[in-house]
């Protein structure tokens, strides 16, 4: 492999991650994927939680080696003037600084957009909080449980006659980091055209509305609400999971008119493709209940497995619904190395998953998972990127600013 190849995409981009649990951190995660230098930050007395969230393995939190993989990681107190004055020092040679503070917080440690700007004009700030940094819900806490209910997920998950439902992750963190990490990468190429950095403001609730659909027009336009269906989309037909003879539920998507003809194929009969009730889009999905009753008939023939191979055969997307055993054991993440084995100094051998999205030439690459020892890195920052004297760099610990 040449020199070219081996370089990271993002080698060279310095940021600085000021944020805690998830959306700032997820995003910092991100970018140290594809080879940008991340410097953790947390103060000196108190740690990020997410070092002990999750399951726990010889007392190691099993979440944290997976978020912080590929960063450095220092302490300093923010609190601090001194403190304040060294984050200033690092912004000098940043590209990016990361904080999901609530609106506000920055401002009052004296570490604004406009402060720090005035440093490095080429400064991006990535400012991600529940409601933005304007608008009169601003300075609410908002974690990515509040974005999701607000943003109009929460209402429409679960099933009609129960209470709104949460997606088994943190979703809206999660979306709010994707949207944030895109931002950025927008902003430093448009840095390369006019030579300035800026603030990408990205809200929780925000990050939730856009992958909403068609959920506002639907009400504004047709006059409707959309609320909680279960595991069907309403006017979406065959689009469900559907129950197996040996007690499992497998998952099948043919709404398209070309998929519902070979999903009929596949179940031996070849008669529904062409009956007014589902002959078209619309009539299936005025008429899904009577389509998903006649589809798990059949399902509930056969085993889940001959099931899938018949509609594999005749290319109707359909698949199991995987637990964590069956990721592990299936030989396609195995392939395309969706689970990573990581050397950690504790634990040995930490799987994690692998880097989305793959790039043919300059992939990304886990070098290592998140530092065990909170502050890890001071020496090597302190000293190598800020010049301290070993004198000066004890006496920043003695004082508690690291």
Known sequence: MSENQERLP???VRVLELGTLLAGPFSGRLFADFGAEVIKVEPPDKEDPMRSWGKEKDGVGLWWPIQSRNKKSITLNLRKEKGQQLLKEMVKDADIIIENFRPGTMEKW?????????INPKLIMMRTSGFGQTGPYKHRAGFGSVGEAIGGLRNITGFPDRAPARIGISIGDTLAALFATIGCLVALHEREQSGKGQVVDTALYESVFSVMESLIPDYLLAGYVRERMGNILPGVAPSNI?????ETYIVIGANADGVFRRLCEAMDQPELADDERFATHHARGRNMKELDLLIEEW?????????????EEKGVPSGMIYTAKEIVEDPHYQEREMILKVDHPQLGE???????????????KVK????????????????RLLGFSEKDFEELKATNII
Do not use: C
């Not at 004296?110 to 005035?118: D, F, G, Q, V």
């Open 10 to 12: 993002l080698e060279g």
């Open 110 to 118: 004296n570490l604004s957009y406009e402060t720090l700007s005035e």
């Open 242 to 246: 559907y129950f197996t003879q040996d």
């Open 299 to 311: 399902t509930k023939s056969l085993p889940a497995k001959e099931a899938l191979e018949k509609l």
């Open 350 to 364: 930490f799987p994690m998953p692998g880097i989305v999205p793959k790039l043919s030439r300059t992939p990304g």
């Open 368 to 383: 290592q998972p998140g530092a065990e020892k909170l502050g890890k890195h001071n020496e090597e920052v302190y000293r």
